[in-house]
């Protein structure tokens, strides 16, 4: 079974940048509602592609900062890297289809 990794700035790095899978990072918030409709989405995406894609999620609360290094200016705000950089993204609650092609263009 695969988990949504909550990761914070100090290991994003290892996390993210370094890591040889995919990865999609949700930039969320506890009171966003958008965000709490797009866990279960993203939940089950992440049992569908269990050790092809690592799904991870930073709270922008907590981790100002790369919040802002990025540019997040709305939540849920999705990014997908691949070797590091990033690749694609997506801004808002979208269908379980489109993450789901995005994700495919990205193994």
Not at 13 to 37: H, I, T
């Amino acid at each position: 079974m695969s988990e949504i990794k909550d990761i914070k700035e100090n290991d994003f790095e290892e996390e993210v940048l370094k890591e040889k899978l995919p990865v999609l990072v949700d930039f969320w918030a506890e009171w966003c509602a958008p965000c709490r409709r797009i866990e279960p989405i993203l939940k089950a995406l992440s049992e569908e592609f269990h050790e092809k894609v690592k799904i991870c999620r930073l709270n922008v609360d907590e981790n100002f900062s790369k919040a802002t290094e990025f540019g997040i200016r709305s939540i849920p705000t999705l990014f997908f890297f691949k070797d590091g950089k990033v690749v694609d993204r997506v801004i808002g609650v979208v269908p379980r289809k489109e993450l789901r092609e995005r994700l495919i263009k990205l193994i």
